[in-house]
């Protein structure tokens, strides 16, 4: 993985492909799975706040 900037191009190229791209060949396998117990204390909205133009 590098630290390259990408353009508005290039991240919309690489989103049309994965968009494209059937679940099962996504590889998630780095990815960890979430337990039960991860949502355990989760609460909605907590980093998240509408504004006031949002709502309108």
Not at 11 to 16: D, E, K, N
């Given at each position: 993985m590098t630290n390259k900037v990408l353009s508005d191009a290039e991240?919309?190229?690489?989103?049309?492909a994965l968009s494209a791209m059937e679940?099962?060949?996504i590889d998630t396998s780095d990815i960890p799975e979430v337990e039960e117990r991860f949502?355990?204390?989760a609460e909605r909205g907590r980093f998240y706040r509408l504004r006031v133009s949002d709502s309108a």
């Open positions: 991240i919309a190229a690489q989103l049309a679940d099962s060949d949502w355990a204390n």
